[in-house]
């Protein structure tokens, strides 16, 4: 299912990209899609394991689906204020 | 109110917004851009967000603040894009009817915006360098430097 992911700060310098389409297996979760994104970014892979999910305005869980979904976002640790 | 702008934040406006006659106390909290961290000189920080998800913590992150306090009123307002040394990056204004309650409501909305909210800010270090700071990743030598630990 085409997936659309949202990617900010470092994650968005690595990649090159604000934005990228993955094609995701229906019962993805953001492990799944941590996966892809590191083999599709390989220059993502130096940060893989800190990037947070939000699905809609939320953060995933572990188990959260993803798939077939407008609203993903990728990014690292956030650091405002 | 909650606001997200690339203008310099009235803080002076912001504070009044929420003063009121049930407050006896209104606190006010100012992020402002640092110079020196850990012996590294920053000369300005770009600050960058997810827009709707940034409104919606804060939103949530007033709500909640709400239910634990008898918050009369509250403002908070993050600048982004281009800082020079000593701007305000952040304001949280926030009224109650007793100052321990001002205080602990106001510190309570900075430190979950610092937590939750998805906002980002890049260190231009006086050499000419930039980075990221993404707090527990580790490629960030400068901001992890182990001679001083605060």
Not at chain 1, 12 to 23: I, Q
Not at chain 1, 57 to 78: E, L, Q, W
Not at chain 2, 43 to 66: F, G, H, S, W
Not at chain 2, 97 to 109: E, K, N, V, Y
Request: glycine fraction near 6%; charged fraction near 20%.
């Amino acid at each position: 299912m085409k997936t659309t992911i949202r990617l900010f700060a470092k994650a968005r310098d690595l990649a090159g990209t604000a934005s990228y389409e993955l094609d995701l297996a229906e019962s993805a979760t953001t492990a799944d899609l941590r996966a892809a994104l590191g083999e599709h970014l390989p220059a993502l892979q130096p940060i893989l394991g800190s990037l947070l999910v939000a699905v809609g305005n939320d953060y995933a869980t572990p188990s959260t689906p993803v798939a077939g979904r407008m609203d993903v976002a990728v990014f690292p640790p956030v650091s405002g204020g | 109110m909650i606001q997200l702008t690339h203008q310099p934040i009235d803080f002076a406006a912001l504070t009044e917004s929420v003063r009121s006659n049930q407050a006896g106390a209104v606190v006010l909290f100012l992020g402002t851009v640092r110079e020196m961290t850990h012996g590294w000189q920053t000369v300005a920080l770009d600050y960058d967000a997810y827009p709707e998800m940034a409104q919606a913590k804060l939103n949530e992150i007033e709500t909640e603040a709400r239910t634990r306090w008898p918050v009369i009123e509250c403002g908070i307002a993050h600048r982004l894009g281009h800082l020079e040394l000593g701007d305000v990056s952040v304001a949280v204004a926030v009224s109650c009817p007793h100052r321990h309650q001002a205080f602990d409501a106001g510190r309570f909305l900075i430190d979950q915006l610092k937590e939750v909210v998805p906002i980002w800010k890049k260190e231009n270090w006086s050499d000419g360098s930039t980075e990221w700071v993404h707090p527990g990743t580790e490629v960030n030598p400068k901001v992890q430097n182990p001679m001083s630990k605060e």
